[in-house]
């Protein structure tokens, strides 16, 4: 098999992963000339940035969330898609992010047919247009698919995800030009109809993502997103590099977008999960980053929490409601079970959309975020580590499990991993209402 050969595994929905060590430092030899050029470019580029990402840190942004903030992925599946329609409507997700594989040009009217029947707006629909080899080596082919599908799939859906992951060899672009090549081709279709979001870039790799926005003309996204997995090493409050939480990494890539003059693009990200343990094959990452189910429901809602407490996303979208090895639910042996991160996912999207964020506060292993609506204030309450019994100054007048239960109060609280949600039906800060 070439070294260029690109095959997909339906299981885990992404690439299969060609050659061993020897051919993929063959294959990336061939681009150290791109590669040098993008470091001297993030050279240049960094301070700007780092002055803009020193100043998100100082003043947190307060941001009232817009009704379409949380997001879905969906997935056509000629067996479920009754079922996973039926789940759309029940979870009311805000927004859905739909894959179009390219090159199956004999499912894109099935495709099209299954996100009419979702039967939301056009404002919230996102088709991400998914490349393989072939369309990055031949760029004509790219500009044919990716028209058909605006063509079809704008009546409707508002936004396209311009191509996948392009800083992994494993989807098909070697090196930042050639995406930077199918990002140009795509704007020659671009009408006022539709909405282009990139760069796609997945996990925190700010050079990928300075040398794409600063190397295409600010028509290119009107977008800017990220698949940010946090690494996917446990926890989304740990850290990467010596101070590069999930909160920082929302604030440095919106830095680095907006040095790059992207500065009034809102920021989506457009894909996060955790793999689930137990899934064997259909789980797409190695067995040391793979979460239990309870973990994996406490982890989703966490990863919203700190994520919208910062103020800078606009939309972020969970991968994906139906799949063994990552899903919302299990559909394994024909079945439909709805996993703890159903009822999680569930309550994000009826707490956060008309929230506004008002203060953040971790210490200890404690995290503490204040979401606002109109007179009332909900504390979001969780510690990474253990339960703990913590008072509070103020009585609140309810303290719910993320699945709705209420939770007694006698003067403290009983903290655990999975949040705890603690409503005040007036304006309150964090420093009013807890004893730090």
């Not at 409507?89 to 299954?114: A, H, M, T």
């Not at 890539?253 to 040095?259: G, K, Q, T």
């Not at 008309?354 to 606002?372: D, P, V, W």
């Not at 699945?403 to 949600?421: D, K, Q, R």
Request: proline content about 6%; charged content about 25%.
């Amino acid at each position: 098999m070439g070294i260029e050969e690109f095959m997909w595994d339906e299981r885990s929905a992404q690439p299969v992963q060609i050659g061993g060590r020897i051919s993929n430092f063959l294959r990336g030899i061939r681009y150290i000339f791109p590669m040098l050029n993008m470091c001297t470019r993030n050279l240049l580029h960094m301070p700007g940035a780092y002055a803009r990402f020193r100043r998100y840190r100082r003043n947190s942004v307060s941001r009232k969330l817009p009704d379409f903030c949380t997001g879905l992925a969906v997935s056509w599946d000629e067996h479920n898609c009754g079922r996973i329609i039926q789940a759309c409507k029940d979870l009311n997700p805000g927004s859905v992010l739909v894959r179009v594989l390219s090159w199956r040009k004999d499912i894109y009217e099935p495709v099209c047919q299954f996100v009419r029947d979702i039967g939301l707006s056009r404002d919230q629909v996102v088709i991400a247009v998914i490349q393989d080899r072939a369309c990055i080596k031949h760029p004509d082919l790219w500009r044919e698919r990716f028209g058909r599908i605006v063509e079809l799939f704008s009546p409707c859906a508002r936004y396209f995800q311009i191509g996948q992951a392009p800083n992994r060899k494993k989807w098909g672009i070697y090196s930042p030009r050639e995406y930077i090549r199918i990002c140009r081709e795509s704007a020659a279709l671009k009408n006022k109809t539709v909405e282009y979001v990139g760069p796609s870039i997945i996990d925190f790799e700010l050079n990928y993502t300075d040398m794409i926005l600063s190397s295409v003309p600010e028509t290119s996204f009107q977008i800017v997103n990220s698949l940010l997995y946090v690494d996917r090493r446990g926890m989304p409050e740990n850290k990467q590099w010596p101070s590069f939480d999930l909160p920082n990494k929302i604030r440095a890539i919106r830095a680095v977008a907006d040095r790059a003059g992207f500065a009034e693009a809102p920021f989506w990200i457009t894909e996060t999960n955790w793999p689930i343990r137990g899934t064997g094959y259909d789980c797409p990452a190695g067995k040391g980053v793979r979460v239990n189910e309870q973990e994996y429901a406490d982890y989703l809602l966490r990863y919203y929490i700190l994520a919208f407490a910062t103020g800078i996303p606009e939309r972020i979208f969970w991968w994906e409601l139906c799949a063994r090895g990552y899903g919302l639910v299990d559909p394994s042996d024909g079945g439909f079970r709805k996993r703890d991160g159903y009822y999680a996912f569930k309550k994000a999207a009826s707490f956060f959309p008309g929230s506004e964020n008002s203060g953040y506060m971790h210490t200890n292993g404690l995290h503490t975020a204040a979401f606002r609506r109109d007179a009332y204030t909900v504390f979001a309450v969780w510690h990474t580590e253990k339960r703990v019994s913590f008072p509070l100054k103020a009585e609140p007048e309810a303290v719910t499990t993320a699945a709705g239960n209420e939770c007694g109060y006698n003067g403290s609280i009983e903290i655990t991993t999975s949040p705890l949600f603690i409503r005040y039906n007036r304006e309150i800060s964090i420093e009013e209402a807890f004893a730090v």
